[in-house]
């Protein structure tokens, strides 16, 4: 088989507009401190809360990126999750798809939402996510020999439906739709 692989974008209206609205938040307290009408101490400190959040979502949104591989590894089929921060690679998830026992996707608003309520509320969860507003996700439930977790992507359609028939074509999992 061949590598397949995705690459979720994270440069949505929303992520943009909260950016922006912090970093211009960040400079009218600082200028409000370098006026001296408030308390100068508060308004740096609340300068320095805007900035730190700032630069967090801008790592976070526009410096990072995931991407998901489906490879083949010693005869087995593989998901691999690696996330790219600036020149650091590192690998967040490596599992076997014939340990994923439930696949769940949702390519509506609605659905969406429905799909992130029941991820939130799970227990062991891990979420591969870079947008605030994904179009489209897909949670897996992966069962190893040690622990049941979920795991959230944002995917498109086309990467899902490949996904979706990976695991339906494993002969090992015991999938239950």
């Known amino acids: ?72 590894e010693y005869g087995d089929l593989m998901l691999v999750v690696t996330q790219t921060q600036g020149k650091r690679i590192s690998t967040l998830a490596n599992f076997k798809i014939a340990d994923v026992k439930r696949i769940e996707t949702a390519d509506t608003p609605e659905r969406v939402k429905a799909l992130k309520t029941s991820f939130a509320s799970s227990g062991l969860r891990y979420s591969y996510t870079l947008s605030l507003s994904p179009t489209h996700l897909t949670c897996l439930t992966v069962r190893n020999d ?31 739709e």
């Open 1 to 72: 088989m061949r590598d397949v692989y995705y690459s979720p974008s994270a440069k949505g209206k929303k992520e943009i507009t909260l950016t922006a609205v912090l970093a211009i938040c960040a400079v009218i307290s600082l200028a409000l401190g370098m006026a001296e009408i408030f308390s100068r101490s508060l308004l740096q400190l609340t300068f320095v809360v805007f900035i730190v959040t700032d630069l967090f979502l801008c790592i976070r949104f526009f410096l990072s990126s995931y991407r998901y591989t489906l490879t083949e």
């Open 146 to 176: 040690y622990t049941v977790y979920r795991v959230l992507l944002q995917t498109d359609a086309a990467f899902a439906g490949i996904l979706c028939d990976c695991v339906r074509n494993c002969p090992q999992t015991d999938f239950e």
